[in-house]
């Protein structure tokens, strides 16, 4: 085998030692990108929902549609329906669940008028407001 020959075999060797490392980031990219970054939302997005009134007691119907369709749109309608229900307190998912349940919780708390808030702030989590 001559020199060039050895320079082809090394550069191809290379080459495929590149292509698998370019594959791996790849693949830990779109799984990252699946998964999430694996960092919050910023807080202005979850500090923050109005659908434009606040419940008061005669328009019920019309606000619990909105808020339904506001909340799942943010991908939290599981904290409405408990489906699927929230884990254990034992779990390690549970104190990430508690953390956007009481998220959620804000958000309808925020569009209540403030007469009413006394009356629901006590319950336990969203789905049981």
Same mark, same amino acid.
């Given at each position: +085998? &001559?020199?060039?020959?050895? !320079?082809?075999?090394?550069? +191809?060797? #290379?080459? #495929?030692?590149?292509?698998?490392?370019?594959?791996? *980031? /790849?693949?830990?990219?779109?799984? +990252?990108?699946?998964?999430? *970054?694996?960092?919050?939302?910023?807080? &202005?997005?979850?500090?923050?929902? &109005?659908?434009g009134?606040? *419940?008061?007691?005669?328009n019920?119907?019309? =606000?619990?549609?909105? +808020?339904?369709?506001?909340?799942?749109?943010?991908?939290?309608?599981?904290?409405?329906?408990g489906?699927p229900?929230?884990? !254990?307190?034992?779990?390690?998912?549970?104190?990430? =669940? !508690?953390?956007?349940?009481?998220?959620?919780? /804000?958000?309808?708390?925020?569009?209540? !008028?403030?007469? *009413?808030?006394?009356?629901?702030?006590?319950?336990?989590?969203?789905?049981?407001?």
């Open positions: +085998m &001559s020199f060039v020959d050895d !320079e082809i075999g090394n550069n +191809m060797n #290379q080459n #495929q030692n590149n292509s698998t490392i370019t594959d791996e *980031l /790849t693949l830990q990219i779109v799984n +990252m990108l699946r998964n999430g *970054l694996g960092i919050q939302q910023p807080q &202005s997005n979850l500090d923050n929902l &109005s659908i009134f606040k *419940l008061n007691g005669d019920y119907p019309l =606000w619990a549609t909105l +808020m339904k369709k506001a909340i799942g749109g943010r991908g939290k309608k599981s904290h409405l329906t489906i229900p929230a884990p !254990e307190e034992i779990e390690p998912a549970y104190e990430k =669940w !508690e953390q956007a349940d009481q998220t959620v919780f /804000t958000w309808i708390i925020q569009n209540i !008028e403030i007469s *009413l808030i006394n009356n629901v702030s006590q319950f336990p989590t969203a789905k049981a407001l």
